[in-house]
């Protein structure tokens, strides 16, 4: 499945129509355009964009990227993830004092 069709698949699932996820995500103008182009894969939201509309849908983020090994949309989408864990961690710990 592509993270279009999860896209799709979890915003049927809550009854939310392209117009209601994509103001809920915070997208101001075309909100429903843009998640079509998603959902359609003629667009690929990026990573931050990607946490909007998991949290849209009350899922996790991970629901929503493929896990496909050949995927490279997602194995971009999980080292972004990865190096933004890293980077918070760093921040968390330098904060801490240690």
């Known amino acids: 499945m592509t993270t279009g069709e999860r896209i799709r698949f979890y915003r049927k699932q809550k009854g939310m129509t392209l117009k209601e996820l994509g103001g809920k995500a915070g997208f101001r ?24 509309i998991a949290e ?3 899922v996790p983020v991970d629901a929503l990227c493929c896990m496909e090994t050949a ?4 194995k ?8 933004e864990y890293r980077r ?7 904060n801490d004092g240690l």
Request: aromatic share 4%; proline share 2%.
């Open 29 to 52: 103008n075309s909100a429903d355009v843009r998640i079509a182009q998603y959902e359609s894969g003629a667009r690929v939201p990026k990573a931050d964009t990607l946490v909007k």
């Open 88 to 94: 918070i961690g760093k921040e968390n710990v330098n």
């Open 76 to 83: 971009s989408f999980r080292l972004e993830q990865l190096q």
């Open 71 to 74: 995927c490279m949309k997602c």
């Open 56 to 58: 849209a849908l009350d």
